[in-house]
C-alpha cells in the first residue's frame, strides 16, 4: 500500500454514520464515567463497623466447624468402606 498524494480513500455512508454512533458512544460512556468518578470522590469513604467485622468473622468460623464435620462425616465413611473391604478380602 502506497499514499501518497494521488491516493484515494473511498468510504460509504453506512460505514461513516457506523464510525459515527462508535465514536459517539465512546464519547457517552467516558463521560458517564468521568461524572461517575466525580460523584464517588464526593462520597464520603466506607467504614468497616466492628458488627460487620464480627458477623464476616462469624460466619467464617461456623463455616469452618461445618467443614470439619463434613471431613469428620467423610473420614468416619472412608474407614467403614476401609473395613468392609478388608472383611471381603479375607473371605
Known sequence: MKISEST???IDLKTFVSIII???GFMTVYFTLQADIE???SLPPAVIDRIEYDLK???QTEH???LEEKMEDLMFWCKQMDEEIKRKKNK
Do not use: T
Open 8 to 10: 484515494e480513500f473511498k
Open 22 to 24: 462508535g465514536v459517539v
Open 39 to 41: 460523584e464517588a470522590k
Open 57 to 59: 468473622q462469624k460466619w
Open 64 to 66: 469452618i466447624q461445618e
